[in-house]
């Protein structure tokens, strides 16, 4: 679907945000674009959806070059950015002006995205909150049913029970056929949902991982101790004791904290980054 | 070849006038009216001639005027990058999405301010009869000077709209005027130079004479169209100028 080939890119000449990154999206999966602020998780995702050129190297979109920004490929995907645009109009008339476009829009299932979203149909949209106005983009999102949907930063400004909505809502939507990227900083919130993981940092892609592999090579625990464990490969003080990472020597899957695991390889001579390496060579191997 | 869809057109057109098209409908309205009754209440002893010039010059000025306006903000999306990024996500080419903006703010603007002004002068010359106020000519939008206007307004006035619409986030109509008139600037400056280069002996600057023109007696003949060619070939660069800033548009 999306392939980024020896890509470079930089607001500013001189000053390069990515350097050389390759990176494959395929259908099937929730991808969880992980990074830290400014990182440029919002700039990759315009990169992949052709709202920013590349300096140099290639987004090839659905066989296509992204900046092109071909209708046939703009039609089989829907981004949602993280600061959203709305005109002053209601949802009705968004859904009759922007659901053409989308050749398998469903009005009726955008409707009950909204109710699901409890989202006011009645006031205009500038003057919804934040949230609501995600929500019911998201609604819309999930209404084009495009093969593939870019969402940056969906949980931001949903409460409490609509980030859990939002996550029941992802896991029926993703099948086979599609494939869905989100960029969080909250990752949370998208626990369970996201898998693989593909982390940014320093302006390259360290690391794209499958989380049976995470599983396989790594177990987390957490360890009432009130010294932090030698052995471990990481470890974060939690309240009542340590939230440990180290090699999985025993072959029981433990399931990974999605913030340490990130912590872990966005660290500075990041061991896991490193075991995790050395677990896939052996299993290419 | 950026691929063109008529049916994508279509709906890009209709977006923008779901959309947006509160604008294009609502400003002619109280505007005219504002206009119409300025009229009414000014003199009305004028004869039949310079009665149907005052509706010719309304029109004009209010073309000229609404036309830029809605020239400048048809692509009022890109002004912010949110919007940009909404509008360049839209399935449709960026080829498409310049011709829908270039038909929403010429040919269906035009459209909808003739027939709103047509009828608007038929109210008010019905209403000023009420009055006994009689003899006026309806506003005809076929005579010459109106014609003349109306190409103008393709050729000049709604393409520096629209490249200023793309090429300036904010103050798009002072800086979109001053555009215009740094054009028109430099056309005339070129236009003066030339004719400084042809015609040596006659230029006195300030003080050229036309009558001077005819030096030792040799006769010029005169290219009536060179103004209409000088304001398609201005109007196809600003619009190819437009198109191609649009196509490099980014976030």
Known sequence: ?285 | MQPISVHRIWLLIRRNVMLYGQKLWAYPGPLLGIMFIVWSMSDKSYAEGSASNFLNSLYIVVLIVLGFYTSAHVLSEHKTADGRQSSLTVPASDAEKFIASWFYSGPLFMLVYTVAFFFLSWIMIGILGIFGIGGFPAFNPFEEVVLKNITFFFLVIQPAGLLAAIAFDRAVIPKAFGTLLAVALSLGALGILTFRIVYRDAFEGFFTQVGKLNVDGANFSVNTDSPFVLLLVLGLMLLAATYFKFQEKSV
């Not at chain 1, 979109?61 to 959203?84: C, I, K, N, T, W």
């Not at chain 1, 009645?122 to 019911?136: C, P, Y």
């Not at chain 1, 909505?165 to 896991?171: D, G, K, L, N």
């Open chain 1, 1 to 285: 679907m999306i392939h980024l080939q020896n890509l470079d890119f930089g607001y500013r000449k001189g000053e390069r945000l990515f350097e050389g990154l390759d990176l494959n999206v395929e259908r099937g999966g929730i991808y969880g674009l992980l990074g830290r602020n400014g990182a440029g998780k919002s700039t990759l995702l315009k990169l992949m959806t052709g709202c920013l050129k590349p300096d140099s190297g290639s987004v090839e979109l659905f066989g296509r070059e992204a900046f092109d920004r071909h209708p046939d490929s703009l039609q089989r995907l829907y981004f949602l950015p993280e600061q959203v645009y709305l005109p002053a109009r209601s949802w009705k008339l968004l859904a009759k002006a922007y659901g053409p476009f989308y050749p398998n829009f469903s009005e009726e299932a955008f409707y009950n995205g909204l109710e699901t979203f409890h989202v006011p149909t009645d006031r205009k949209l500038t003057k919804l909150s934040l949230g609501q106005k995600k929500k019911g983009l998201i609604s819309f999102a999930l209404a084009c049913n495009t093969e593939l949907l870019v969402l940056d930063e969906p949980t931001n400004g949903l409460d409490i029970p609509s980030k859990a909505q939002f996550r029941s809502i992802m896991a029926e939507t993703v099948t086979d056929d599609r494939a869905i990227v989100v960029s969080t900083h909250q990752v949370r919130d998208l626990a369970g949902l996201i898998d693989p993981i593909m982390v940014v940092d320093n302006g390259s892609m360290i690391a794209h991982l499958d989380l049976n592999a995470v599983s396989n090579a790594l177990s987390f625990t957490l360890e009432s101790s009130l010294t932090p464990p030698i052995d471990a490969l990481h470890h974060e003080r939690v309240p009542g004791g340590y939230y440990v990472v180290r090699p999985n020597t025993t072959g029981r899957h433990t399931e990974p904290d999605l913030e340490v695991l990130f912590n872990a390889i966005v660290a500075p001579n990041s061991r896991v980054l490193t075991t995790l390496a050395s677990a896939s060579h052996l299993q290419n191997a």
